[in-house]
Structures are given as structure tokens and as C-alpha cells.
């Protein structure tokens, strides 16, 4: 730091140093572990040299073992049917808060924020104890998984959401009901496609987010035919474990990584073809996660 | 149509919390030994509560809840240290290239947090790369192991997969803040030190507070970390593996549920001093 006349971003300051050493620090060992994912031997700490034998050669690779296939398919079964849900019922509960006045919606409100508020564990307690005492019905597993995962989520939604709303005003609604378009022609043609950005936004925070998940999943899960990516990851470290476990978070890395590229396009073409008329959805993409 | 977000969360999240209360306060079948769960407040026995508090506060988990404390604390300041240099810089000094550090910074929210743990425990095997390093500068014995119950692995560890959550909220708060306040100081003649130490950081204070209850919160309640990096050692076990043990591990799901709302209670009371502060600095920003 100078006395008088800093200018930013030309001189390697300390501060500089540190944010470019930090940022070095959260990535570095994460590319380390790709590349083991595609190491030739059994090691996964020192890389011999490149193979795809994780992938597909070994018995116990990704595209073999019967155990990942199962995990890799209920990860990413889990996470589309989340969204499916999430995304819908988020939405519409954004859009009805925004209207609905009085202490009931306010009540509506507060119960949405504290899923974000409250820490996994219990939440994944919560839903294991009525899963075992009340809704015993429901067959445990991926069922229980998904409506919990739904739970989780949800909040996420609205808040992205209800900032877009907030951003974008009551006007054109009014507008578009002054020249005679009934509620549902004035929710489908105006605010729906405006909502577009932060919809796009929710999808990809909702993916990655149940794809990351561990604890729910885990609270819930009943053994093999429910285990997900992140269970197989974290049972890795009592078993002996192979760059195969590197392997299928390679996988999920990648497959998160395009889906939010995906969405990131739709959003700045969105954006584009609207001449970036209203709002900043960018800013909605950084919420969750 | 807020209906059915709202029925949702109210079969789902309250009922189910609720579930947690009428466990924890519910009777044992003497018979069975299995759970009873007191559905109304009427029936509630406070027998296990009472037997879970004697364990927390001078018995067997009284450490285990320090310990988590412990970590939590030194894991917050870790955040701190790191995390306020980087966000401070991204906001207020990274001029043009301010878009680039801050993509960079929010990348690891995509990568799954047990991905970025598989990462460490890669590197901190015997043979692996940190030992490689400390041992071509002579730091540390060629073959120590990382991941057989040391603390500072998993203190390391949690600060590695909590600071992302931490850097981004104190980055909007010290992004909003007003130039004009700090244009002041410098004119009245304060050094750039001085104007850090005297201005910018008492108006951080509420983001900094915002940022340490975001990660204090899943930190408290973390038993993955520090079992994924150990191998489960005994020796760095946390509150949270206790409940998950009495939820999964064994069949006292009344004890993991008042364990539970125990720890809730604990952070309840944090969350109240957080909320006590920010009333208090927005009072005096007013007056």
C-alpha cells in the first residue's frame, strides 16, 4: 500500500501477491486431482504417466464398476428431477410472496429464508426423523432423497428469483392488463420471459447445488442402490481406494462446469437479444453455489 | 401461487424440525428399546434431555463440544486472515482485472466440496506432493502422515473448503462501501494505514460479521470434513459426528435429536450476538 496516488491494478502490491497466491491455493490441488484421475498406476499421490485406465480400461473404473455407474446415474437423476421441481414451485412462490400481502405472507417469507440458515446436519436429522416416524410410506432411498434435495434448494430459487422481480417492477404487468390481456396471458407473455435470466441462473445454482449435496443425501441414503458421487467420494477413505474415485469427480466436475457454462450462454444471449434492458441476472449467478 | 412452496416447506422443513422436539422429548419403548416419539407438548419427557446436558456439560461430550469450538474458532480466524486481504483487494484494488479475480474466486462454488477434500487428502498422503515439498526444504520427516487424526489438517482443511463462502459476502460488503468517506479521511490527512485501520475497517464490520455467521454455521455442524481427512480418528471427532453416530451409527435417534437441539441453542445464542451488533452499528451509522 502507497501513500497517495494508488492506482489499481498496476503495481504488485502485497495485497496483490496474496489474492493471486490464494487464488493459485483453491485451485491448484483441485487440477492436481484431475490429472491423477488419469493416472496409468494405482497411486493417488504420484502421477507415472497418462492413461485413460480410470476411465474405462479397469475393471474398477467408471465406465465398469457397477458400484460407480449406479452412484454417477443417481447423482445426475437426482440433481435434473431437483430442478424439475425446485425450479417451478421456486418460481411461482417467488412471483406469490412479491403479491401476496399481510402477516401470512410475511410468515410464508421467513420460513422460506431459514432453510438457508439452518446447517445441513439438521435438516438431514430433521428429514431421516420423519422419514423413519411419520412418513414411513414413502419408500426410503431416492424417493426421500429427491424430496429432500427439493427442500434444500427451494429457498435458493426464490431469493434469485424475487431479486430479478424486484429489479424488474409491476409496470409492464400493468401495461400489459391496461391493453386487455387477462392475468395469466399478463404472467405467461410479459413477466415470464422477462424472468428468463434469473430462471436460467436457478437452474444451474440448483444442479450444482444437489450435486454437491452430501449430508441429505447421505441422512437418507440406504445403502448401495441410493449412494450418490459425493457418498462414494467420502467412503473412499476407508476403503482402499483407487484414481477411479478421482476419476468420477472428474466426471461431475466436468458435467457441472457445462452446465453452468450452458446456462451462463443462455443468460448472455438472453441478454443480448433484450438489448440488456433490465436488471443484472450476473449478479444472480453469484448467490448460491 | 405461493401455496405450494409453502405447503412444501411446511411438510417437509417444519414438521420435520418439529419431528426433531417430539423425538428428543419423546419416552424410550422399555421393551424394544426403540424410539417413542412424544407427539404433543403435553406428553413431553424431559428424561433424555436432561441425560444428554449431564454428558455435554462435564461429561463425555463436554469435550467434543469444545473441541468443535475450537476448530470453528481457529478455522473463522484462517478465514479471516486470508480471506479479507482477498476480498479487500478484488473490491477496492483490482481495477481492470477486477472481472477475472472474482470469476476465479466463485469457480470453487461449482467444484463439489468433497471433490475439493479428495484433493487434500491426495496431496497429504505419506508419498504425496506436501510431504515432497516439506522435505526437499528439509520442514518436515519425508513419511509424516497428514491424515492419521492431526488437527491442523482438518482446521486446514475446513478453512479450505469454508473461505470461498466467506470472501464473497465480505467482497460485496466492501464493494458497497462509500468512497467518499474514505476520500474524506485521506484529505483530512490521515495515511493510507491509518484510514484502513480507522475507516474502512470499522464500516467492514457488518460484512465481516455477515461472512463468519455464513461459514460459522455448516462449520459447526460439519462431521464430514474431519472424517474425510482422518480417516474417522476419534481424536479430532466434532458434534456432528456424534449426532450422525447416534442417528445412523447406533439406535438412539432421541439422543442424536437432543444433541441437535443443543447445538442449535448454542448457535442460537450466536446468532443473537451477531444480530445485537448489527442493530447496534446501524444505530450509530444513523445518529
Known sequence: MSVGGYRPGRRLGPLMVITWLYVLWSLLPVLIAVRISFNSGKSRSSFQSTSMRWYWEDPASVWRDQALQTALSNTLKLAVLTMVLAVPIGVAMAIGLQRWRGRASRAANNLMLLPLVTPEIVIGVALFLVFTQIYSSIPRGFTTQLLGHVTFTLSYVVVIVRGRLLSIGGQFEEAARDLGATRMQALRLVLLPQLGPAIFASFMVVFATSVDDFVISSFLSTGASSETVPIKIYASARAAATPAVNAVATVMLVVTLAIVAVGGLAIWAYRRNQGATLGSAAAATGIGG | ?287
Open chain 2, 1 to 287: 401461487m405461493a401455496i405450494p412452496g409453502t405447503l412444501w416447506l411446511v411438510a417437509l422443513f417444519v414438521i420435520p424440525a418439529y419431528a426433531i422436539l417430539a423425538v428428543a422429548f419423546g419416552d424410550i419403548d422399555p421393551i424394544l428399546r426403540t424410539t417413542a416419539p412424544a407427539w404433543s407438548p403435553l406428553a413431553w419427557s424431559g428424561s433424555t434431555m436432561v441425560d444428554t446436558l449431564g454428558r455435554v456439560f462435564g461429561g463425555d461430550l463436554g469435550k467434543v463440544f469444545v473441541r468443535t469450538g475450537l476448530y470453528a474458532a481457529a478455522a473463522l480466524a484462517g478465514c479471516c486472515l486470508i480471506g479479507y486481504p482477498v476480498a479487500y483487494f478484488t473490491a477496492r484494488r483490482a481495477g481492470r482485472s477486477r472481472g477475472l479475480v472474482l470469476g476465479l474466486l466463485v469457480l470453487p462454488f461449482w467444484i463439489s466440496y468433497l471433490m475439493r477434500m479428495l484433493a487434500w487428502v491426495n496431496l497429504l498422503q505419506p508419498d504425496g506432493y506436501v510431504n515432497a515439498i516439506l522435505s526437499a526444504l528439509h520442514l518436515g520427516a519425508r513419511d509424516h502422515n497428514w491424515l492419521d487424526g492431526d488437527w491442523p489438517t482438518v482446521v486446514i482443511g475446513l478453512i479450505y473448503g469454508y473461505v470461498p463462502f466467506f470472501i464473497l459476502p465480505l467482497y460485496a460488503a466492501l464493494e458497497r462501501l462509500d468512497e467518499r468517506l474514505i476520500e474524506a479521511s485521506r484529505d483530512l490527512g490521515a495515511s493510507s494505514f491509518s484510514t484502513f485501520l480507522r475507516v474502512t475497517l470499522p464500516l467492514s464490520v457488518p460484512g465481516l460479521m455477515a461472512a463468519s455467521v455464513i461459514v460459522l454455521l455448516p462449520m459447526c455442524g460439519d462431521y464430514y470434513t474431519n472424517t474425510y481427512l482422518t480417516g474417522g480418528s476419534p481424536r479430532t471427532e466434532m458434534v456432528g459426528n456424534q449426532i450422525e453416530f447416534f442417528l445412523r451409527g447406533s439406535s438412539q435417534p432421541q439422543s442424536g435429536a437432543s444433541l441437535v437441539i443443543i447445538l442449535m441453542a448454542f448457535l442460537l445464542v450466536a446468532m443473537g450476538y451477531y444480530l445485537v451488533v448489527i442493530a447496534r452499528t446501524q444505530r450509530e451509522g444513523r445518529s
